[in-house]
């Protein structure tokens, strides 16, 4: 079905919700402090310098932030997060807080971003075990890592906004299998994106076990239980506000690679 409304009047609506949301996010920050109040990361501190998805900080604070990655990310054997596209350091220093990993590796291409990580580790009282680099290269990435960490012991979250194409090569894949991968896809905007996508799920699959995950399950209970609002609303808080369906590779090592 094709809406009615004009391209300009849905950017409209799109700018209104993301100003409710982040209006609302804002206000719960400030009644609870910066703290995360339930689930994976509960009692992780958020501080008050956000450079990344300012109207997701509600879902953030109710631990119901990409719901569908907590299992995988809480279930993981692995000692060591390698963060790339870390932005404020969410999952970077706040999975090494709930003691999910022993310690993280944070590469962010922005400055500000860096800061924020660094700043949000201290505040945590994790600093030592937070790594903060700038972006990732297969060069910066062998840098940072070569020589001070096995493959066996990495966990590899990326989301670097279409670059994990690019970034993930079949050799790249390679020299890391038998570590564990939950890679962000992004296709939208990009012609090529879809045969990118399909190259990188058939090389993963010549040497991972491979699971696609998306959004489309989303349990609101807890929502509900802070935020008292109609029905129509309380969805809109589920939302994480992105521009069309999002999907997630999760690739384990099989287990003649895992140890």
Known sequence: MELQNTPKELRMLRRRIRQFRQNVSYQYYEEKSGIVQSGLLSGFKLIDEHTWGQADLLTKLLGLYEQQNLPILGGSSKSTLVDIGAADGYWGVGLVYAGCFDQSVCFEQRGRGRRVIR?????????????????????????????????????????????????????????????????????????????????????????????????????????????????????????????????????????????
């Not at 992004?186 to 996508?197: I, L, M, N, R, V």
């Not at 991972?208 to 509900?224: A, E, S």
């Open 119 to 259: 700043r949000t580790a201290v505040a945590n009282d994790i600093r030592e075990k937070v790594r903060v680099a700038g972006a990732a290269t297969f060069e910066s990435l062998q840098a940072e890592l070569g020589g001070l960490y096995q493959p066996e012991d990495l966990f590899f979250l990326i989301d670097i906004e279409g670059g994990e194409f690019d970034l993930l090569t079949f050799e790249f894949l390679s020299k890391y299998r038998a570590s564990e991968f939950l890679i962000e896809l992004h296709t939208g905007g990009d012609p090529s994106a879809p045969e990118k996508e399909k190259r990188l799920i058939q090389d993963a699959r010549k040497l991972f076990n491979v699971c696609v995950l998306d959004d489309t399950k989303r349990d609101l209970r807890q929502l509900r239980s802070e935020i008292y609002l109609p029905d129509d609303l309380t969805w809109l808080f589920a939302s994480e506000g992105r521009g069309y369906p999002m999907s997630w590779l999760h690739l384990s090592p099989r287990s003649e690679d895992a140890v």
